[in-house]
Protein backbone atom coordinates (compact mmCIF):
# COMPACT_ATOMS: atom_id res chain seq x y z
CA UNK A 1 0.00 0.00 0.00
CA UNK A 2 0.61 3.63 -0.53
CA UNK A 3 1.54 5.96 3.10
CA UNK A 4 1.50 9.21 3.23
CA UNK A 5 2.91 10.87 6.90
CA UNK A 6 3.61 13.98 8.07
CA UNK A 7 5.50 14.75 10.76
CA UNK A 8 7.68 17.68 12.82
CA UNK A 9 6.64 21.14 13.06
CA UNK A 10 6.02 24.12 10.50
CA UNK A 11 8.19 27.13 10.96
CA UNK A 12 6.50 30.78 9.82
CA UNK A 13 8.44 33.34 9.33
CA UNK A 14 8.30 36.66 11.00
CA UNK A 15 11.54 38.60 8.96
CA UNK A 16 14.92 36.68 7.72
CA UNK A 17 15.88 35.90 11.18
CA UNK A 18 12.56 34.62 13.23
CA UNK A 19 9.70 32.57 13.06
CA UNK A 20 6.96 30.79 14.82
CA UNK A 21 7.04 27.07 16.02
CA UNK A 22 5.98 24.67 18.11
CA UNK A 23 8.12 21.94 20.48
CA UNK A 24 7.36 19.15 18.10
CA UNK A 25 10.48 16.86 17.94
CA UNK A 26 9.06 14.80 14.11
CA UNK A 27 9.97 11.48 16.74
CA UNK A 28 6.16 9.93 16.45
CA UNK A 29 5.90 10.74 12.40
CA UNK A 30 9.61 9.15 11.84
CA UNK A 31 8.62 6.18 13.91
CA UNK A 32 5.34 5.75 11.98
CA UNK A 33 7.42 6.23 8.58
CA UNK A 34 9.50 3.55 9.71
CA UNK A 35 7.21 1.50 10.54
CA UNK A 36 4.93 1.83 7.81
CA UNK A 37 7.84 1.01 4.89
CA UNK A 38 9.58 -1.73 7.54
CA UNK A 39 6.10 -3.20 6.45
CA UNK A 40 6.92 -3.61 3.22
CA UNK A 41 4.86 -0.61 1.84
CA UNK A 42 5.95 2.38 -0.32
CA UNK A 43 5.92 5.27 2.03
CA UNK A 44 6.59 9.13 1.52
CA UNK A 45 7.09 11.57 4.60
CA UNK A 46 6.85 14.79 4.37
CA UNK A 47 8.50 16.73 7.14
CA UNK A 48 8.62 20.05 8.46
CA UNK A 49 12.13 21.19 10.09
CA UNK A 50 13.90 18.22 12.62
CA UNK A 51 16.70 16.75 13.83
CA UNK A 52 16.25 13.38 13.02
CA UNK A 53 17.24 10.99 9.99
CA UNK A 54 14.67 9.67 7.14
CA UNK A 55 13.96 6.23 8.36
CA UNK A 56 15.33 3.89 5.29
CA UNK A 57 13.17 2.77 2.27
CA UNK A 58 11.24 6.10 2.89
CA UNK A 59 10.67 9.12 0.35
CA UNK A 60 11.44 12.10 2.02
CA UNK A 61 10.00 16.04 1.39
CA UNK A 62 11.85 18.40 3.65
CA UNK A 63 9.24 21.48 4.08
CA UNK A 64 9.74 24.83 6.29
CA UNK A 65 5.73 26.16 6.64
CA UNK A 66 2.45 25.36 6.08
CA UNK A 67 1.36 26.26 3.19
CA UNK A 68 4.76 24.37 1.68
CA UNK A 69 3.67 21.65 3.48
CA UNK A 70 0.16 21.57 2.25
CA UNK A 71 1.25 21.84 -1.72
CA UNK A 72 3.83 18.69 -1.25
CA UNK A 73 1.13 16.67 0.32
CA UNK A 74 -1.54 17.67 -1.93
CA UNK A 75 0.42 16.50 -5.02
CA UNK A 76 0.54 13.09 -3.56
CA UNK A 77 -2.31 13.04 -1.47
CA UNK A 78 -4.63 11.55 -3.86
CA UNK A 79 -2.76 8.47 -5.10
CA UNK A 80 -1.89 7.49 -1.82
CA UNK A 81 -4.07 4.66 0.31
CA UNK A 82 -3.32 5.53 3.81
CA UNK A 83 -2.31 9.28 4.75
CA UNK A 84 -1.39 10.16 8.90
CA UNK A 85 -0.98 13.59 9.71
CA UNK A 86 1.41 13.59 12.33
CA UNK A 87 2.85 16.87 11.74
CA UNK A 88 2.46 19.62 14.17
CA UNK A 89 1.24 22.18 11.97
CA UNK A 90 1.13 25.98 12.55
CA UNK A 91 -2.77 27.24 12.76
CA UNK A 92 -1.41 30.80 12.50
CA UNK A 93 0.77 32.49 10.09
CA UNK A 94 2.19 36.24 10.55
CA UNK A 95 0.43 38.28 8.05
CA UNK A 96 2.96 40.26 7.04
CA UNK A 97 6.56 39.03 6.52
CA UNK A 98 9.42 41.74 7.10
CA UNK A 99 11.99 41.19 4.20
CA UNK A 100 14.57 42.87 6.74
CA UNK A 101 15.38 41.90 10.66
CA UNK A 102 13.04 43.76 12.95
CA UNK A 103 14.43 46.18 14.90
CA UNK A 104 13.67 47.03 18.34
CA UNK A 105 12.24 49.47 19.77
CA UNK A 106 11.22 51.33 23.65
CA UNK A 107 7.60 49.93 23.47
CA UNK A 108 5.73 46.56 23.18
CA UNK A 109 4.46 44.85 19.89
CA UNK A 110 2.04 43.10 18.24
CA UNK A 111 2.21 40.39 15.61
CA UNK A 112 -0.82 40.19 13.71
CA UNK A 113 -1.82 36.41 12.70
CA UNK A 114 -3.77 34.82 10.06
CA UNK A 115 -4.77 30.94 10.06
CA UNK A 116 -3.01 28.71 7.48
CA UNK A 117 -5.13 26.01 5.98
CA UNK A 118 -5.98 23.17 7.84
CA UNK A 119 -4.46 20.62 5.58
CA UNK A 120 -6.44 17.23 6.98
CA UNK A 121 -10.03 18.84 7.17
CA UNK A 122 -9.00 19.88 3.39
CA UNK A 123 -7.80 16.01 3.06
CA UNK A 124 -11.33 15.41 4.61
CA UNK A 125 -12.89 16.92 1.83
CA UNK A 126 -11.56 15.22 -1.04
CA UNK A 127 -11.27 11.78 0.66
CA UNK A 128 -11.91 8.99 -1.88
CA UNK A 129 -13.53 5.51 -1.14
CA UNK A 130 -11.58 3.32 0.10
CA UNK A 131 -8.64 6.04 2.06
CA UNK A 132 -7.98 5.85 5.31
CA UNK A 133 -7.60 9.55 6.55
CA UNK A 134 -5.97 9.84 10.13
CA UNK A 135 -5.08 12.67 11.95
CA UNK A 136 -3.83 13.17 15.68
CA UNK A 137 -5.36 15.16 18.28
CA UNK A 138 -2.84 16.62 20.69
CA UNK A 139 -4.97 17.81 23.45
CA UNK A 140 -3.96 19.04 26.83
CA UNK A 141 -6.86 18.72 28.36
CA UNK A 142 -10.62 17.02 27.78
CA UNK A 143 -8.30 14.11 25.51
CA UNK A 144 -11.23 12.21 24.34
CA UNK A 145 -13.76 14.40 23.76
CA UNK A 146 -12.04 17.37 21.44
CA UNK A 147 -10.20 14.28 19.84
CA UNK A 148 -13.54 12.83 18.57
CA UNK A 149 -14.73 16.16 17.82
CA UNK A 150 -11.80 16.77 15.52
CA UNK A 151 -12.70 12.94 14.23
CA UNK A 152 -16.04 14.56 12.88
CA UNK A 153 -14.99 17.75 11.86
CA UNK A 154 -12.41 16.57 9.69
CA UNK A 155 -14.30 13.75 8.07
CA UNK A 156 -11.41 11.56 9.38
CA UNK A 157 -11.54 7.43 9.69
CA UNK A 158 -9.19 7.46 12.75
CA UNK A 159 -8.27 10.19 15.37
CA UNK A 160 -4.88 9.56 17.50
CA UNK A 161 -5.54 10.96 20.82
CA UNK A 162 -2.43 12.07 21.76
CA UNK A 163 -1.69 14.03 25.52
CA UNK A 164 1.20 16.66 24.95
CA UNK A 165 2.56 18.91 27.63
CA UNK A 166 3.05 16.20 30.20
CA UNK A 167 6.51 14.97 31.27
CA UNK A 168 6.43 11.60 29.86
CA UNK A 169 4.71 11.56 26.39
CA UNK A 170 4.24 13.63 23.80
CA UNK A 171 6.19 16.20 21.87
CA UNK A 172 9.23 16.02 23.01
CA UNK A 173 9.70 12.35 24.70
CA UNK A 174 10.76 9.01 23.42
CA UNK A 175 7.82 7.53 24.54
CA UNK A 176 3.99 8.30 23.91
CA UNK A 177 0.80 6.34 25.24
CA UNK A 178 -2.17 7.48 22.62
CA UNK A 179 -6.18 5.65 22.32
CA UNK A 180 -6.97 5.48 18.34
CA UNK A 181 -11.01 6.16 17.91
CA UNK A 182 -12.65 5.21 14.46
CA UNK A 183 -15.26 6.57 12.71
CA UNK A 184 -16.82 3.51 13.24
CA UNK A 185 -16.90 3.79 16.80
CA UNK A 186 -14.09 1.30 17.77
CA UNK A 187 -11.56 2.51 20.69
CA UNK A 188 -8.32 0.91 21.38
CA UNK A 189 -5.75 2.01 23.83
CA UNK A 190 -2.57 1.84 23.44
CA UNK A 191 -0.22 2.83 26.91
CA UNK A 192 2.95 4.22 27.30
CA UNK A 193 6.10 2.92 25.14
CA UNK A 194 8.66 3.61 22.93
CA UNK A 195 7.65 5.73 20.12
CA UNK A 196 9.27 3.22 17.40
CA UNK A 197 6.94 0.13 18.78
CA UNK A 198 3.97 2.30 20.01
CA UNK A 199 4.41 3.30 15.56
CA UNK A 200 4.59 -0.61 14.74
CA UNK A 201 1.21 -1.43 16.51
CA UNK A 202 -0.54 2.42 15.13
CA UNK A 203 0.21 1.15 11.25
CA UNK A 204 -0.82 -2.45 11.91
CA UNK A 205 -4.45 -1.09 13.55
CA UNK A 206 -4.97 1.42 10.53
CA UNK A 207 -3.88 -1.68 7.59
CA UNK A 208 -6.32 -4.40 9.45
CA UNK A 209 -9.22 -3.39 7.17
CA UNK A 210 -7.27 -3.03 4.36
N1 LIG B 1 -3.58 19.85 11.15
C1 LIG B 1 -3.44 20.17 9.82
N2 LIG B 1 -3.33 21.47 9.45
C2 LIG B 1 -3.37 22.46 10.38
C3 LIG B 1 -3.51 22.14 11.75
C4 LIG B 1 -3.60 20.81 12.11
O1 LIG B 1 -3.42 19.27 8.97
N3 LIG B 1 -3.25 23.73 9.98
C5 LIG B 1 -3.72 18.42 11.54
C6 LIG B 1 -2.61 17.88 12.42
O2 LIG B 1 -1.57 17.32 11.63
C7 LIG B 1 -3.32 16.81 13.23
C8 LIG B 1 -4.75 17.33 13.32
O3 LIG B 1 -4.90 18.30 12.29
O4 LIG B 1 -3.35 15.57 12.56
C9 LIG B 1 -5.10 17.97 14.64
O5 LIG B 1 -4.14 18.92 14.96
P1 LIG B 1 -4.19 19.64 16.37
O6 LIG B 1 -3.04 20.60 16.48
O7 LIG B 1 -4.38 18.63 17.45
O8 LIG B 1 -5.54 20.43 16.33
P2 LIG B 1 -6.13 21.59 15.46
O9 LIG B 1 -7.02 20.98 14.43
O10 LIG B 1 -5.06 22.51 14.98
O11 LIG B 1 -7.06 22.31 16.53
P3 LIG B 1 -6.65 23.03 17.93
O12 LIG B 1 -5.26 23.61 17.71
O13 LIG B 1 -7.70 24.06 18.11
O14 LIG B 1 -6.65 21.95 18.98
Redesign the pocket.
Known sequence: MKFLI?AGPTREKIDPVRFITNYSSGKMGYALAGAAADAGHETILVSGPVCLEAPRNVTLISVET?AEMAAEIKKVSDSSDIII???????YRPIKVHSEKMKKGSGNITLELER??????SLGKIKHPGQILA?????TNKLLE?ALK?LNE?NLDWIIANEVGGKNSGFMSDENSVTMLSADGEKIVLPLENKKSLAVKIISVLTSGK
Open positions: SAMAAAVADTEDILAGFAAENKK
